[in-house]
């Protein structure tokens, strides 16, 4: 069945390294500087690299989660009634931290699947019994989206909190260390000659969408809206992205076509841009493959520059930026920019914020595995 409701974003909150709540994020990707500092949350010692964006003071993951869609919820103004009729999908790599002791199962120390967390998490948030997790990888939050999205079009679903969840921890801190992914110069450049790779970074988010109807129906304000998305496999290496974008751009192509907008319709890419060699040159292949020249022309900026790489809730963080980043009616810049690289022949934004002249941004996530989603959102 064909989506036909309109879905709107009415709630967002957000943490990361640039602080508490949407104001402080979308000040700090507007400000521009890097969050990276030394870890200081556990033993960096013998590793390659020694720097994250992390917030200094946070609770356990299953604590600012709940803390997290809470604030989502009453930023879209939903009551105890309006909650309890909303989903929750999840997106989190779980563990032994995710949630208190008491909630485990059997009690003691031994970390609980993620289904657990987000049964937790939907009592004391008072949502609804249906819940849904996502785990794959970079690309959870924005799979978690389109499938919300997707419900609620088709009449499904009413209302979805999305929420996501990473605060960098020593196990995937260690894991990307050892396989060099790391930017041993302690920057994130995203496109930019000279790149060396990625840095991780904290990252809580949850996302209130509702179908316009729903959201009408409450007379709650829209954010902006989910006018497309799409998701697509590359099917070419478990850890490298095709050299020239193939899945990316029919992620892109899939989200432009459920919109029924033409690619001129785009005036921003929030891109996924890791700032590794690879894929950054894979990126922009894909977009030149949707755009043609035009691709040269629409601005675009990798906010994991500033605040990091949240794995499995990068998605929804920079879905937030990108929302935020149209609301405002300002660009962010992408961070760590040293000089253009040839493989990368985009009009990528420096030095400052640009006005943002444009109704509709796209926000893009790849992972491991060829996975890749494309998220198109309009203004509201």
Not at 298 to 319: C, Y
Request: net charge neutral.
């Amino acid at each position: 069945m064909a989506e036909r409701e309109p879905v709107r974003i009415t709630g967002v909150h957000a943490l990361s390294a640039l602080g508490r709540g949407a104001d402080a994020l979308l000040a700090g990707v507007l400000a521009g500087t890097p969050a990276f500092t030394p870890v200081r949350r556990f033993d960096t010692g013998g590793r390659r690299v020694t720097v994250a964006a992390t917030l200094p003071e946070v609770g356990t993951l299953a604590d600012e989660l709940a803390d997290a869609i809470d604030r989502a919820c009453r930023a879209a103004g939903l009551d105890r009634t309006h909650r309890a009729g909303a989903a929750l999908f999840l997106a989190a790599h779980g563990g032994p931290h995710s949630l208190p002791a008491p909630d485990r199962p059997g009690g003691g120390d031994a970390g609980p699947e993620v289904p657990a967390l987000a049964g937790h998490l939907a009592r004391r948030c008072g949502l609804g019994e249906r819940t849904r997790v996502y785990t794959t990888a970079c690309v959870s939050a924005s799979t978690a989206v389109a499938d919300a999205a997707t419900l609620i079009g088709r009449g499904d679903l009413d209302r979805v909190v999305v929420a996501a969840g990473y605060l960098v921890e020593p196990d995937q801190y260690a894991l990307f260390d050892a396989g060099r992914a790391l930017a041993a110069d302690g920057a994130v450049r995203p496109f930019s000659a000279g790149r060396q790779g990625l840095l991780l970074g904290d990252g809580v988010v949850a996302v209130v969408l509702e179908s316009a109807r729903a959201a009408a129906r409450r007379g709650a304000p829209t954010l902006a809206t989910v006018a497309g998305w799409g998701r697509a496999g590359d099917a070419y290496h478990p850890c490298q992205p095709h050299p020239r974008g193939h899945g990316l751009a029919r992620a892109v192509e899939a989200a432009l076509r459920r919109a029924g907008l033409p690619g001129t319709a785009v005036g921003y890419v929030n891109a996924n841009a890791t700032g590794t060699p690879y894929s950054d040159a894979s990126e922009a292949a894909a977009l030149g493959r949707v755009f043609g020249a035009a691709a040269g022309r629409i601005p675009v900026s990798s906010t994991k520059a500033v605040h990091g790489h949240a794995l499995e809730a990068s998605g929804l963080l920079e879905l937030v930026v990108t929302v935020l980043a149209l609301g405002h009616g300002k660009l962010p810049v992408n961070a760590g920019w040293l000089g253009p690289d040839e493989n990368c022949p985009l009009d990528v934004v420096t030095d400052a914020p640009r006005p943002a002249t444009t109704a509709h941004a796209l926000t893009l996530n790849a992972a491991f595995g060829g996975a890749n989603t494309a998220l198109l959102v309009g203004a509201p």
